[in-house]
């Protein structure tokens, strides 16, 4: 029996997807956060929280859309077809809060609200596109002879309007819960109430999506509720109220810092697998499978031994540069 190059590639995109989720989530979350803090040196705060690392978190988004591209490419054609104005509005949302990032530091006092403005809008726009696409991609692309064969606007439904609201609400709990870990004193503070607010909201978009999905998708219903799907999907929503029973009590006691944060990642995790299990094995719902989509062997295995050599770097690098830059940040300390 071979190796499965499609199944490898198609885990790889996966991890990438996920970590970026998590890594550029929190910071896309402090952002979201903005107008919840009007102090200016709390603000700065935020943003010095993930100064040091928000560049680095974007090289997942990379490594993920580079390996679609190359691995599957009939899947990034159809995607890139099918959503390219979102996409594209994504990517504006990331430029626009990448230069604010830089210039409200630089700024004058006249002008730094406007890029705070900016830095908040930016990640919204970004953070609600990302969504849209998640909820494009559990809804489908028709496919005709190998393009997509639906209209510019077909992402614009309901279901990905809210898919949207509800990632948004996901990144404003990591950025929360990032900052009860980073900060001290009143922002702390702030932050664990806010985060108890948003996890009402979170579930209650958990929810909505998962009682949504299989009432518009019979295909995804019968793969929830199907044998052995069924077995693997169960525990996913006693796992959720587990989680949010803990996070809950901990956002309510003050000496719990970093725990808030993982619980969160766990939540996160959670809504992600049943992504996976929603349209799996397809990587183009609702018909298109990861083996039908998928590059040569050849191209497969030429791109796999790149891979397996920059990821193990990218872990090392990123997992060095939240080492070194672990602990609480103070007013006066970070980016300048």
């Not at 525990?235 to 996070?247: K, Q, T």
């Not at 031994?305 to 920059?310: K, M, Q």
């Amino acid at each position: 029996m071979g190796i499965d190059l499609s199944l490898i590639w198609f885990v790889i995109i996966v991890f990438a997807t996920l970590m970026y989720i998590v890594m550029d989530g929190f910071d896309l979350g402090i952002g979201i956060l903005f107008p919840a803090i009007q102090d200016p040196l709390e603000r700065d705060i935020m943003v010095n929280s993930v100064a040091p690392v928000w560049d680095g978190n974007e090289t997942w988004l990379v490594l993920g859309g580079a390996g679609l591209f190359g691995a599957f490419p009939l899947a990034y054609a159809v995607i890139a077809d099918a959503l390219a104005i979102p996409l594209t509005l994504m990517l504006i949302g990331l430029i626009f809060r990448g230069v604010a990032f830089e210039f409200r530091f630089k700024a004058t006092p006249a002008h730094k609200s406007f890029w705070d403005r900016s830095f908040f809008a930016g990640s919204l726009l970004a953070t609600f596109t990302q969504g849209i696409v998640v909820g494009a991609v559990i809804n489908g692309f028709p496919v005709s002879e190998r393009t997509f064969s639906g209209g510019a606007l077909d992402w614009l439904t309901p279901f990905n309007l809210f898919c949207g609201i509800g990632l948004v609400v996901a990144y404003a709990m990591l950025g929360s819960t990032w900052l009860v870990m980073k900060s001290v004193g009143n922002l702390q503070y702030t932050m664990r109430t806010a985060a108890r607010t948003l996890l009402l909201a979170l579930l209650l978009a958990i929810a909505v999506i998962s009682i949504w999905t299989p009432l518009a998708h019979s295909d995804i219903a019968l793969r929830w509720f199907s044998l052995p799907n069924l077995w693997f999907f169960a525990p996913v929503p006693l796992l959720v109220v587990i989680l949010s029973l803990c996070l809950w009590r901990m956002l309510q006691q003050p000496h719990y810092h970093m725990l808030p944060f993982i619980l969160t990642l766990g939540l996160i995790f959670l809504g992600f697998s049943g992504l996976g299990i929603s349209i799996w094995p397809n990587i183009i719902p609702p018909d298109i499978s990861l083996w039908q989509a998928a590059a040569p062997a050849q191209s497969q295995g030429f791109m796999l031994v790149g891979a397996l050599l920059i990821i193990p770097l990218i872990l090392v690098y990123t997992s060095w540069s939240y080492y070194v830059f672990r602990g609480k940040i103070h007013p006066g300390e970070g980016y300048h």
